[in-house]
């Protein structure tokens, strides 16, 4: 099994930046990759951003392309997603998740793991 806790949703104005991080722990050998999926209450999740294990690949969503960027840190086995440029529409519960296989997440297929869930509110 693998966990998954995210941190550093919040309230931002348009135009703003938030930082949003992913920790990982449990059977993190299995995975090859993580990603950020979002929601909005009555729609569905959307993908957000993945990246490879290695780093080497990362993916986005043409709504995300320019503003956010995703990373990892693998000595902390942590991914993050620079979020900038911020709108009322990237308002969204933000998931972390996760999986063996990079291409399930990058297509926005879904994944196995996944975390709890971080709010982003962008309002003035």
């Known amino acids: 099994q693998v966990q998954l806790v995210e941190s550093g949703g919040g309230l931002v104005q348009p135009g703003g930046s938030l930082r949003l991080s992913c920790a990982a722990s449990?059977?993190?050998?299995?995975?090859?990759?993580m990603g950020w999926f979002r929601q909005v209450p009555g729609k569905e999740r959307e993908f957000v951003a993945a990246?490879?294990?290695?780093?080497?690949?990362?993916t986005y969503a043409d709504a995300v392309k320019g503003r956010f960027t995703i990373s990892r840190e693998n000595a902390k086995n942590t991914v993050y997603l620079q979020t900038n440029s911020l709108k009322p529409e990237d308002t969204a519960v933000y998931y972390c998740?996760?999986?063996?296989?990079?291409?399930?997440?990058?297509?926005?297929?879904?994944?196995?793991?996944w975390g709890k869930g971080t709010l982003v509110t962008v309002s003035s």
């Open positions: 998740a996760a999986d063996a296989e990079y291409s399930q997440l990058s297509k926005g297929y879904g994944a196995r793991y």
């Open positions: 990246i490879s294990w290695s780093g080497r690949s990362t």
């Open positions: 449990g059977s993190i050998f299995s995975i090859n990759g």
